[in-house]
């Protein structure tokens, strides 16, 4: 056997993915194989335009919810979502997933969704896209309110990682002794404190203007493209609700938050993603800033093992941000570079309902592994 230092992180966590969801869709009965087990990428329409498809609303992401399932393959559910996480990537995971019960408080357990429970800990589904194991090609995409985890392994090593969601509604919550629950709190944190360190200067070329979005600008897009604009409330979800009460609160929620944002169709424009990163350079920050950037980037791409995200020249990345820069106030910003798009924002809820992604616009679903895969098989 092949000494263990020398094999790839690549390959090793492939690995650890397969062995967990080999066990996991042993467990299953004819009816969740159904939901949880889709072909292969790259070997049916349906099954390919499935795998493109992730939301961080609380609407059905598409395989076997986790509620649905028996305790023992509750776990194994989650030890695969494990294996492909790093410890800290994991915890926030499953912190988010149980801040469902928190926002059902908040909300007065009153919130329905169509559903006899809104806010569901319960809704968190699973779906693997053809065979795991040493060869081929497979994936998985494990995903909920506000989760959203999206794999691919060609070949027995792993070649996507993104799109990658993280968010929290609340985003910081109240604990005994005076404690806060904030699983994304450095995320917020150390973007604050660049943005707040620049001179006026640097500050002028890092701002992009004195308002934040509603959210992410990329949305829950398959891809990425130059003059994307944010996406509207009512079309992040499967589908539109048919049902009258629901269609009016969806778009009632819109309207608020883009009436609360203050944003124009001009301001939508100057934040619309492009090709050519806003924002200011990491060539124009201090050491000092630097350092903050870096820690910036550790904690999105630090939500997969160590190790398994691809490099980043970090004097490619540039920083943007949108909105106050007070603590507590609605706030946007991004970090982009090739083959890197973050985004977060805080805008909801009194500022308190987080979203955060990571892209990768050339690789996301690994859809070029995909293509070099198949020209090496299939040609």
């Not at 009436?259 to 301001?267: E, I, P, T």
């Not at 939500?303 to 946007?332: M, Q």
Request: charged residues 20%.
């Amino acid at each position: 056997m092949t000494d263990q230092l020398t094999v790839p992180v690549s390959v090793t966590v492939a690995e650890r993915m397969a062995a967990a969801a080999q066990a996991w869709l042993a467990t299953l009965d004819p009816a969740q194989r159904a939901l949880a087990h889709w072909a292969a990428p790259g070997t049916a329409e349906e099954s390919d335009a499935e795998r493109l498809r992730w939301y961080y609303t609380p609407t059905d992401h598409g395989g076997l919810p986790v509620g649905v399932q028996r305790p023992a393959q509750q776990s194994l559910a989650m030890q695969l979502v494990a294996a492909g996480t790093s410890t800290a990537g994991y915890v926030t995971v499953a912190a988010i997933m149980g801040l469902e019960n928190v926002l059902d408080h908040v909300e007065e357990f009153a919130v329905d969704w169509g559903r006899e429970r809104g806010r569901d800990p319960g809704l968190y589904y699973l779906r693997i896209f053809g065979e795991p194991g040493p060869s081929g090609v497979w994936g998985w995409r494990f995903g909920g309110h506000h989760v959203s985890l999206n794999m691919l392994v060609v070949d027995g090593a792993v070649r996507s990682t993104t799109p990658c969601f993280l968010g929290a509604d609340p985003a910081s919550s109240p604990l005994v002794g005076d404690g806060l629950l904030r699983p994304l709190g450095r995320v917020e944190d150390l973007a604050r404190d660049l943005v707040r360190s620049l001179s006026p200067d640097a500050a002028a070329r890092a701002v992009l203007l004195d308002r934040a979005p509603s959210d992410i600008v990329g949305g829950n897009r398959s891809r990425i493209a130059h003059g994307d604009e944010m996406i509207l409330l009512p079309d992040i979800w499967r589908g539109h609700f048919t049902e009258e009460r629901l269609h009016d609160r969806v778009t009632a929620m819109s309207r608020k938050a883009e009436q609360a944002s203050g944003l124009d169709a001009a301001d939508h424009r100057l934040l619309a993603i492009t090709d050519e990163p806003k924002g200011i350079p990491a060539t124009a920050l201090d050491a000092g800033q630097r350092e903050i950037l870096r820690g910036l980037l550790a904690a999105y791409r630090g939500r997969v093992p160590a190790g398994l995200a691809a490099p980043i020249e970090e004097d490619t990345v540039h920083f943007a941000w949108a909105g106050s820069t007070e603590p507590g106030a609605p706030h946007y910003y991004r970090l982009q570079a090739p083959r890197l798009l973050l985004e977060w924002d805080d805008t909801a809820r009194g500022a308190n309902h987080a979203h955060s992604v990571w892209r990768d616009p050339e690789t996301d679903f690994g859809l070029d592994a995909l293509t070099a895969h198949r020209a090496e098989h299939h040609a």
